[in-house]
């Protein structure tokens, strides 16, 4: 069976209203299928990725040093206080910077070695060693992928402010000195200790 006898003997009308026929269902497939996906529909390119929802991507913090040194003073806060006449007690940490993690990464170093002669009888070894790296990564529970640390670097504290209530006598001053010094590993020209005010 031909084309043209589905159409209707050939003719040109016919033709036309064959193809406009099937324009119009080629166009209402098109809207049936765009409102079966709520009229939200975005094409992905080829060989992109696409982010994971970022309700679902793991807190964070507002500013990792700022969080890092409210830490610090607070654990020294909880500390200092259990000092016997301290009294209440105010810490503030500055650090230099926040903890820098070093991830675990696949190495892999590929060496070829070819040899290569001319007509005149001379031979040359030529070596060509390549080298190349990827990161080690696991797949969260929500989907999302979360690189292997493979160690910590702690930031180097710059500076350290204790204010106490018990700072005014000398002998706990000396103690809130030497107990801030032993707990954050720090220099004592980098620690004050004030009495707070009454």
């Not at 975005?42 to 040093?65: F, H, K, M």
């Amino acid at each position: 069976m031909k084309l043209s006898d589905l159409m209707g003997g050939g003719g040109k009308n016919s033709q036309m209203i064959f193809l406009l026929a099937l324009a119009v269902l080629g166009i209402f497939l098109l809207l049936l299928g765009y409102l079966d996906t709520g009229g939200k529909r975005e094409a992905t390119p080829v060989g992109t990725v696409t982010s994971p929802d970022p309700r679902l991507s793991p807190p964070q913090p507002r500013l990792q040093i700022q969080a890092e040194e409210e830490y610090l003073a607070q654990r020294l806060e909880n500390l200092l206080q259990q000092i016997s006449g301290v009294g209440k007690v105010d810490v503030s940490v500055r650090l230099e910077g926040s903890t820098t993690s070093e991830y675990a990464v696949n190495h892999t170093t590929g060496r070829k070695i070819s040899d290569e002669s001319d007509p005149a009888g001379t031979t040359r070894v030529i070596t060509d060693i390549s080298e190349s790296g990827q990161l080690v990564v696991v797949r969260g529970d929500r989907g999302y992928e979360i690189p292997v640390v493979e160690r910590e670097l702690a930031p180097r504290v710059i500076g350290v402010l204790v204010v106490a209530e018990g700072a005014r006598n000398p002998k706990i001053k000396a103690e809130l000195f030497r107990a801030t010094r032993v707990a954050l590993g720090v220099e004592p020209h980098k620690i004050l200790v004030l009495p707070k005010k009454f």
